[in-house]
């Protein structure tokens, strides 16, 4: 097994570790009915796109599937 030739240092540890913080998920306003959504995606909770409905009711269908 490889084995590591000096301890890491905290600073070397850290630098690594710079990248490795969580990042925000962008989101914007879903024009038919308000919930936030993926940008360029199709709304979750209602499925429409730009004002167009895609999807007929995408939660209804999950919740009649649960049942
Ligand atoms: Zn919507």
Do not use: F, W
């Amino acid at each position: 097994m490889a084995v590591p030739k000096k301890k890491t240092s905290k600073s070397r540890r850290d630098m690594r570790r710079s990248h490795d913080g969580l990042k925000l998920i962008q989101s914007v306003e879903c024009q038919n009915c308000g919930a936030l959504h993926l940008p360029h995606h199709i709304c979750n909770s209602c499925g429409s796109y730009n004002k167009n409905q895609i999807v007929k009711r995408p939660k209804d269908t999950v919740d009649s599937k649960k049942d």
